[in-house]
């Protein structure tokens, strides 16, 4: 019996204690008790979900209005304009220096191990699978392009390669940017996170460079097509592509890019925008090419704009892939091979099966090259034997890196990065101009849109304290959702006010922020949110694809492909808190501080909001250029970043804009690992120059890597 009371009393305390841990998180929520926000976690991929739809509703009255053949020729021709501006320019080409490492006779056919230069120094490791018991001078080409293998074409794509080979088909086979033989760096991890996709973390480093993953992996493929016609063996005008997955989004953009390509069969990629953001969402880097979306551009373009040549796509029925986008497509792209009387040209194929080949889809894939690259013969698949590693193997190491060394994909957006910095450099040579242009771009580029009406917030609930109450709130955003926020008002105020946004968003506890205390007993009313994709608005369930140390690249991928950006979407956002606190009939000076990542957004929210009278930044990113210079940038700062940015201005030019605004740094997080020399020269330099032309040089202070106490005194200078 006394165990049995123990018992109790122990379970009893464990609820209390438990109680009392869970009470202050519980209270400080707003959004639980509010069924209609109830999906507020996937508040930011609904948003931009919701753009992509009406976006692509416009798109889809213009295809509908398609009729004569006429009509699609003209589409056909704005196509290829929008795909040549959001992809190129493409590099000059330069000589391949293509060598053939090896040769091996396997008895019915031999392969030639080649290495060639997309670009000088960007080695493409390869093989050339030629058939030997054809008679022809001349054979038709297959162009394999491999899907997300680490292995490449390695592996099990042998199976389509050596059976179209079987068939008399040469196939010229090469490892795509970081797979198989072209890992970019052997060594995948950083001392702090590993990186598990390094197409889109490379592919936003391109991306702020103005370039693409896309673009880089296209030229390689352009650049297989000039190594495969300078072969004697190779027909020039029978020359297909195809590839599954990863290869299926390579084969499809290769073919519209390169006309030189007669048949393509993309597998198991095309679907269409809006049944991908209505399942899976965005995938990987290369997948998504800059502002497709807001130009006008859908899966269907890629297939369209290279008709009436012959292309068959490849599906299956349960693939991640929607294979109802997938249909959909297919009979978008038919009224264009119809309109050409060609429609024998076009066909698509399914099959019930996952993510991956079926014999059945093989062999329509064989039998569809058989027929429109005029190289008749059973379409059946045979049994083949895979290639081992040592034979499969281009170079001496089995990686470029340590074989050839060489560039990377890094090394060419770093370069890019420098050349754009230099003319950003040149600009800033008449300031004055320089700076008020950049307001221009920051807000195209951004995609930020200024608040139209200002909504009422509401009143949430009260918890009062010795010596402020903290107000719950919660206010209507760009979109169909909410921005949750505490207001924290002293007793005794000094009729200012503190927005406060840090990328944890509000405290979840009570007493769990010294700073705001600090502000609150300075007699600031301190507004402090969660923003859209952070906190209670955070993405809980994030798109499957590319996420990388917990950062969802795919939502970042996915604002930039309907015009826009998490940055400015959030700008916005600021401002609507902004209005919020200018209502406060005894605020009478809005001061901001932003920590870490969401530096970049204060920055931007205070250059378009001259209410924000005085700027704080802790541990910001210094500069967006600072994430391309590193190879190891740090993930988190990916939601802050503007696509495109590079080709127009930097973090420091928005921070320049802010003269003669009060502007305090505190400590520098860089994008990796810069030095404290190079910041304060180059970063730095830039905002001081703008508020010495301001007569504003006391304006501006900064202070790098600071303990607690002096970074408060740091705070007592900046609130004077």
Same mark, same amino acid.
């Given at each position: 019996?006394? &165990?049995?009371?123990?018992?109790?009393?122990?379970?009893?305390?464990?609820?209390?204690?438990?109680?009392?841990?869970?009470?202050?998180?519980?209270?400080?929520?707003?959004?639980?008790?509010?069924?209609?926000?109830?999906?507020?976690? %996937?508040?930011?991929?609904?948003?931009?979900?919701?753009?992509?739809?009406?976006?692509?509703?416009?798109?889809?009255?213009?295809?509908?209005?398609?009729?004569?053949?006429?009509?699609?020729?003209?589409?056909?021709?704005?196509?290829?304009?929008?795909?040549?501006?959001?992809?190129?320019?493409?590099?000059?080409?330069?000589?391949?220096?293509?060598?053939?490492?090896?040769?091996?006779?396997?008895?019915?056919?031999?392969?030639?191990?080649?290495?060639?230069?997309?670009?000088?120094?960007?080695?493409?490791?390869?093989?050339?699978?030629?058939?030997?018991?054809?008679?022809?001078?001349?054979?038709?080409?297959?162009?394999? &392009?491999?899907?997300?293998?680490? $292995?490449?074409?390695?592996?099990?794509?042998?199976?389509?390669?050596?059976?179209?080979?079987?068939?008399?088909?040469?196939?010229?086979?090469?490892?795509? @940017?970081?797979?198989?033989?072209?890992?970019?760096?052997?060594?995948?991890?950083?001392?702090? /996170?590993?990186?598990?996709?390094?197409?889109?973390?490379?592919?936003?480093?391109?991306?702020?460079?103005?370039?693409?993953?896309?673009?880089?992996?296209?030229?390689?493929?352009?650049?297989?097509?000039?190594?495969?016609?300078?072969?004697?063996?190779?027909?020039?005008?029978?020359?297909?592509?195809?590839?599954?997955?990863?290869?299926?989004?390579?084969?499809?953009?290769?073919?519209?890019?390169?006309?030189?390509?007669?048949? &393509?069969?993309?597998?198991?990629?095309?679907?269409?925008?809006?049944?991908?953001?209505?399942? @899976?969402?965005?995938?990987?880097?290369?997948?998504?090419?800059?502002?497709?979306?807001?130009?006008?551009?859908?899966?269907?373009?890629?297939?369209?704009?290279?008709?009436?040549?012959?292309?068959?796509?490849?599906?299956?029925? +349960? $693939?991640?892939?929607?294979?109802?986008?997938?249909?959909?497509?297919?009979?978008?792209?038919?009224?264009?091979?119809?309109?050409?009387?060609?429609?024998?040209?076009?066909?698509?194929?399914?099959?019930?099966?996952?993510?991956?080949?079926?014999?059945?889809?093989?062999?329509?894939?064989?039998?569809?090259?058989?027929?429109?690259? %005029?190289?008749?013969?059973?379409?059946?698949?045979?049994?083949?034997?895979?290639?081992?590693?040592?034979?499969?193997?281009?170079?001496?190491?089995?990686?470029?890196?340590?074989?050839?060394?060489?560039?990377?994909?890094? $090394?060419?957006?770093?370069?890019?990065?420098?050349?754009?910095?230099?003319? @950003?450099?040149?600009?800033?040579?008449?300031?004055?101009?320089?700076?008020?242009?950049?307001?221009? =771009?920051?807000? +195209?580029?951004? #995609?930020?849109?200024?608040?139209?009406?200002?909504?009422?917030?509401? !009143?949430? *609930?009260?918890?009062?304290?010795?010596?402020?109450?903290?107000?719950?709130?919660?206010?209507?955003?760009? #979109?169909?959702?909410?921005?949750?926020?505490?207001?924290?008002?002293? %007793?005794?105020?000094?009729?200012?006010?503190?927005?406060?946004?840090?990328?944890?968003?509000?405290?979840?506890?009570? $007493?769990? =922020?010294?700073?705001?205390?600090? !502000?609150?007993?300075? *007699?600031?009313?301190?507004?402090?949110?969660?923003?859209?994709?952070?906190?209670?608005?955070?993405?809980?369930?994030?798109?499957? *694809?590319?996420?990388?140390?917990?950062?969802?690249?795919?939502?970042?991928?996915?604002?930039?492909?309907?015009?826009?950006?998490?940055?400015?979407?959030?700008?916005?956002?600021?401002?609507?808190?902004?209005?919020?606190?200018?209502?406060?009939?005894?605020?009478?000076?809005?001061?901001?501080?932003?920590?870490?990542?969401?530096?970049?957004?204060?920055?931007?929210?205070?250059? /378009?909001?001259?209410?924000?009278?005085?700027?704080?930044?802790?541990?910001?990113?210094?500069?967006?250029?600072?994430?391309?210079?590193?190879?190891?940038?740090?993930?988190?700062?990916?939601?802050?970043?503007?696509?495109?940015?590079?080709?127009?201005?930097?973090?420091?030019?928005?921070?320049?804009?802010?003269?003669?605004?009060?502007?305090?740094?505190?400590?520098?997080?860089?994008?990796?690992?810069?030095?404290?020399?190079?910041?304060?020269?180059?970063?730095? #330099?830039?905002?001081?120059?703008?508020?010495?032309?301001?007569?504003?040089?006391?304006? !501006?202070?900064?202070?790098?890597?600071?303990?607690?106490?002096?970074?408060?005194?740091?705070?007592?200078?900046?609130?004077?």
């Amino acid at each position: 019996m006394q &165990c049995y009371k123990l018992k109790r009393l122990y379970t009893l305390l464990f609820f209390i204690v438990a109680f009392q841990t869970i009470l202050p998180q519980s209270q400080l929520e707003i959004l639980p008790q509010w069924k209609q926000h109830s999906d507020a976690p %996937n508040s930011l991929y609904h948003h931009i979900a919701k753009q992509a739809y009406s976006q692509l509703s416009e798109r889809n009255k213009i295809i509908n209005e398609l009729d004569s053949l006429s009509d699609w020729k003209g589409r056909q021709s704005t196509v290829s304009s929008i795909l040549n501006d959001i992809l190129g320019p493409f590099p000059a080409k330069t000589p391949l220096n293509a060598k053939i490492t090896r040769t091996i006779d396997k008895g019915s056919y031999r392969l030639e191990h080649i290495v060639f230069e997309s670009q000088p120094g960007l080695y493409v490791t390869s093989t050339l699978f030629i058939p030997k018991f054809k008679k022809e001078k001349k054979l038709p080409s297959i162009i394999y &392009c491999s899907g997300h293998d680490s $292995d490449g074409y390695h592996g099990n794509y042998q199976q389509m390669i050596l059976n179209l080979v079987a068939k008399g088909f040469i196939v010229f086979a090469f490892d795509p @940017i970081d797979q198989g033989e072209r890992l970019e760096n052997d060594d995948r991890k950083n001392k702090t /996170f590993e990186i598990p996709g390094w197409h889109s973390y490379l592919g936003a480093q391109a991306l702020i460079v103005g370039s693409s993953q896309a673009k880089y992996m296209i030229w390689d493929g352009i650049r297989a097509i000039d190594y495969l016609i300078s072969r004697k063996e190779v027909d020039p005008n029978r020359i297909g592509i195809t590839g599954r997955s990863g290869g299926g989004t390579q084969s499809a953009q290769i073919a519209a890019m390169d006309h030189r390509i007669y048949a &393509c069969a993309p597998e198991n990629y095309i679907t269409n925008y809006t049944r991908l953001f209505q399942s @899976i969402g965005p995938q990987d880097a290369e997948q998504n090419l800059y502002h497709a979306i807001a130009k006008g551009i859908d899966h269907a373009d890629l297939l369209s704009v290279r008709a009436p040549k012959p292309a068959l796509i490849i599906g299956t029925t +349960n $693939d991640i892939f929607s294979i109802q986008g997938f249909r959909e497509t297919a009979e978008e792209v038919s009224k264009v091979y119809q309109a050409y009387g060609k429609e024998d040209n076009f066909n698509s194929v399914e099959d019930v099966f996952i993510h991956g080949s079926t014999k059945k889809n093989n062999e329509a894939m064989y039998s569809f090259f058989q027929r429109h690259l %005029n190289n008749p013969g059973t379409p059946e698949e045979e049994e083949v034997q895979f290639l081992g590693q040592n034979e499969i193997r281009v170079t001496p190491t089995g990686q470029v890196s340590s074989s050839l060394k060489g560039n990377t994909i890094f $090394d060419l957006n770093r370069k890019e990065a420098k050349r754009l910095s230099g003319n @950003i450099e040149n600009s800033r040579k008449n300031l004055t101009e320089h700076l008020s242009q950049v307001l221009i =771009s920051a807000k +195209n580029l951004a #995609g930020i849109i200024n608040p139209s009406t200002i909504n009422e917030p509401v !009143f949430s *609930g009260r918890i009062e304290k010795e010596s402020y109450v903290i107000d719950k709130y919660f206010v209507k955003g760009e #979109g169909d959702y909410v921005i949750p926020y505490l207001l924290i008002i002293p %007793n005794e105020s000094s009729n200012k006010a503190l927005l406060y946004i840090s990328p944890s968003g509000k405290p979840t506890e009570a $007493d769990e =922020s010294d700073e705001i205390k600090w !502000f609150v007993d300075k *007699g600031f009313t301190v507004l402090a949110p969660d923003m859209i994709g952070i906190g209670e608005m955070g993405p809980i369930d994030l798109p499957k *694809g590319s996420n990388i140390n917990g950062v969802s690249y795919s939502i970042w991928f996915a604002s930039m492909l309907v015009g826009r950006s998490i940055l400015g979407i959030r700008t916005g956002d600021l401002m609507r808190l902004t209005n919020v606190l200018d209502e406060i009939n005894n605020i009478k000076e809005i001061y901001a501080l932003a920590k870490n990542e969401m530096s970049p957004l204060l920055l931007h929210a205070a250059a /378009f909001d001259s209410r924000i009278s005085r700027i704080a930044l802790v541990d910001p990113l210094t500069s967006y250029s600072s994430l391309v210079y590193n190879r190891y940038y740090d993930p988190r700062f990916v939601h802050s970043i503007v696509p495109g940015a590079l080709t127009s201005y930097d973090l420091p030019d928005i921070a320049g804009t802010l003269a003669p605004r009060k502007l305090m740094i505190v400590g520098l997080a860089g994008g990796g690992s810069p030095t404290k020399t190079l910041i304060e020269n180059q970063d730095m #330099g830039i905002i001081r120059k703008a508020y010495k032309l301001r007569n504003a040089s006391h304006q !501006f202070k900064i202070k790098l890597n600071e303990p607690e106490k002096v970074v408060n005194s740091w705070f007592s200078d900046w609130i004077k």
